[in-house]
């Protein structure tokens, strides 16, 4: 059976794709993944994508809709049946991405309103702050597309960071400089930036979702992994951090451009290092940084 074949198989069918999985010899496919079957190679149920998941042999299970050897099931029974952890987490993730509202609609229900989604950008480069963003959207907010800034283009992310700060009830940068990374460590600056980036919000959040990182604020807190996918309201934050420190990256790189911030934004590429190595670190280095920390030893020596 070809890809072809499949596809032609799917459309005569009354099935709603974005709520089944496809369950074969050796395959577990989801919208919008991509997975190995044992001829053909399935690229989503209804469109052609190139994310990709790795899973174990998964039985045929019962109460399934066939189609030439391969099941169809609703995403919910096959959770209930399904054993491996990882597979549940990643199907977990998937479903979490096709609604990334579901957090703030839960939080809602419990009478938050002002719920602000938070996330950093720039715990790894060499050089520069860590910046965080802080944002509150309205019931109304409506931006297709957006998701973590990493998976989005240069272009989207400027149009999206503008129609943000737009249709935002309200929102707040926090910068932490390289001198206080360096004083207190990058994980605790980050969370500094946070607290900044909250404090700075005109309107306060009465609830905050953070990618992963706990906070200890007056209000609750929720932190979500993978949460720049999973909320909208951190995806948001995400774009506005990472446009700001891009930005001042990108200034920086006129004064220096040897180290060709514009391209690397301080993350230690070859070109990077290769400049350190040559024309030496500058005082927005982070010196406690491995390569930065490496070539003051030498220069001790």
Same mark, same amino acid.
């Given at each position: 059976?070809?890809?072809?074949?499949?596809?032609?198989?799917?459309?005569?069918?009354?099935?709603?794709?974005?709520?089944?999985?496809?369950?074969?010899?050796?395959?577990?496919?989801?919208?919008?993944?991509?997975?190995?079957?044992?001829?053909?190679?399935?690229?989503?149920?209804?469109?052609?994508?190139?994310?990709?998941?790795?899973?174990?042999?998964?039985?045929?299970?019962?109460?399934?809709?066939?189609?030439?050897?391969?099941?169809?099931?609703?995403?919910?029974?096959?959770?209930?049946?399904?054993? $491996?952890?990882?597979?549940?987490?990643?199907?977990?993730?998937?479903?979490?991405?096709?609604?990334?509202?579901?957090?703030?609609?839960?939080?809602?229900?419990?009478?938050?309103?002002?719920?602000?989604?938070?996330?950093?950008?720039?715990?790894?480069?060499?050089?520069?702050?860590?910046?965080?963003?802080?944002?509150?959207?309205?019931?109304?907010?409506?931006?297709?597309?957006?998701?973590?800034?990493?998976?989005?283009?240069?272009?989207?992310?400027?149009?999206?960071?503008?129609?943000?700060?737009?249709?935002?009830?309200?929102?707040?940068?926090?910068?932490?400089?390289?001198?206080?990374?360096?004083?207190?460590?990058?994980?605790?600056?980050?969370?500094?930036?946070?607290?900044?980036?909250?404090?700075?919000?005109?309107?306060?959040?009465?609830?905050?979702?953070?990618?992963?990182?706990?906070?200890?604020?007056?209000?609750?807190?929720?932190?979500?992994?993978?949460? $720049?996918?999973?909320?909208?309201?951190?995806?948001?934050?995400?774009?506005?951090?990472?446009?700001?420190?891009?930005?001042?990256?990108?200034?920086?790189?006129?004064?220096?451009?040897?180290?060709?911030?514009?391209?690397?934004?301080?993350?230690?590429?070859?070109?990077?290092?290769?400049?350190?190595?040559?024309?030496?670190?500058?005082?927005?280095?982070?010196?406690?940084?491995?390569?930065?920390?490496?070539?003051?030893?030498?220069?001790?020596?």
């Amino acid at each position: 059976m070809t890809k072809k074949e499949l596809f032609e198989k799917l459309s005569k069918i009354n099935i709603d794709t974005s709520k089944y999985i496809v369950v074969g010899d050796a395959s577990l496919v989801c919208h919008g993944v991509i997975s190995k079957c044992d001829k053909i190679k399935i690229q989503s149920i209804v469109s052609y994508t190139n994310k990709e998941i790795e899973v174990e042999t998964v039985k045929k299970l019962e109460k399934s809709d066939e189609i030439n050897n391969y099941f169809f099931q609703k995403v919910e029974n096959y959770l209930k049946n399904c054993t $491996d952890k990882t597979i549940i987490k990643k199907v977990e993730l998937y479903l979490d991405c096709l609604d990334t509202y579901k957090n703030e609609r839960e939080l809602k229900k419990e009478g938050y309103s002002l719920i602000g989604g938070v996330d950093e950008v720039g715990r790894g480069p060499l050089v520069g702050p860590v910046v965080a963003a802080c944002c509150i959207l309205p019931d109304n907010f409506n931006l297709e597309g957006l998701t973590d800034s990493k998976k989005l283009s240069e272009k989207k992310r400027d149009y999206f960071f503008e129609e943000i700060k737009r249709q935002a009830i309200s929102y707040g940068i926090g910068i932490v400089d390289e001198k206080r990374i360096d004083e207190i460590n990058i994980y605790q600056a980050t969370k500094e930036a946070m607290i900044q980036a909250i404090n700075n919000c005109q309107i306060k959040p009465d609830c905050v979702l953070t990618d992963a990182m706990k906070l200890d604020l007056d209000i609750p807190v929720k932190p979500i992994i993978k949460g $720049d996918l999973r909320s909208i309201t951190i995806s948001a934050a995400s774009v506005l951090a990472k446009v700001t420190r891009d930005r001042m990256m990108y200034e920086l790189d006129k004064k220096y451009p040897m180290y060709d911030f514009k391209n690397n934004v301080g993350y230690p590429t070859k070109k990077h290092l290769e400049a350190i190595n040559k024309y030496g670190i500058i005082k927005e280095h982070r010196k406690s940084y491995g390569p930065v920390k490496d070539y003051l030893e030498n220069e001790k020596k």
